[in-house]
Structures are given as C-alpha cells and as structure tokens.
C-alpha cells in the first residue's frame, strides 16, 4: 500500500521476533539461547573491532540484542535512552 509507512523502530520486534534497525529487519533465532549467543557474538566481534571486516559498530548492536532476553541490560537500554532523549532535549531548548 503506498499510503502505508514503516515507523523507524529500534529492538526487537515482539509480533515477527526481528530485530528492527530503523526500517531495516533481522531475524532472529527464536531460543533464548540462541539470541544470548548471537548478542554475546557481536559483543565479542566488536571488541575485536580493529580487525578487519569487524567493527565497533557491533557492540551497541549486541547489547540491543541482549536486552531482550536480560532485564539487566535491558534496564540500562532504557537508561541510556532516556539520558540520550533528555540531552537532545536540553540541546533543542538552547538553540
């Protein structure tokens, strides 16, 4: 439908189980384990982040991944998105 649009989404898509990145999907294995592993995976890969092919871009996405299925991490997601929206905030209302 051409009136239809995509929202911009950021995490997992709880009705599809993808990962949204925007307007961009991945899918996602549907194990806990399994998602543990790939977020672990690109945690570790982005470390390694000056090889390359790898890069440090896969650490955000790792932590993204684990959120879901950690509430540690998932607490600090949130936390990190409010402190991230109340200084765009703060940044708008000097301007």
Not at 68 to 71: A, F
């Given at each position: 439908m051409a009136g239809e649009r995509n929202p911009k989404r950021f995490g997992m898509d709880p009705q599809s189980g993808k990962l949204a990145l925007g307007s961009v999907q991945i899918?996602?294995?549907r194990s806990r384990i399994?998602?543990?592993v790939v977020?672990?995976?690109l945690i570790f890969g982005g470390v390694l982040g000056f090889l390359p092919i790898l890069g440090f871009w896969?650490?955000?996405l790792g932590f993204l991944v684990l959120s879901?299925?950690?509430?540690f991490?998932?607490?600090?997601?949130r936390r990190i998105g409010?402190?991230?929206a109340r200084r765009r905030a703060r940044k708008a209302e000097q301007r």
């Open positions: 899918p996602m294995p399994g998602r543990v977020g672990v995976g896969m650490v955000p879901h299925d950690l509430p991490v998932r607490r600090q997601r409010l402190w991230w």
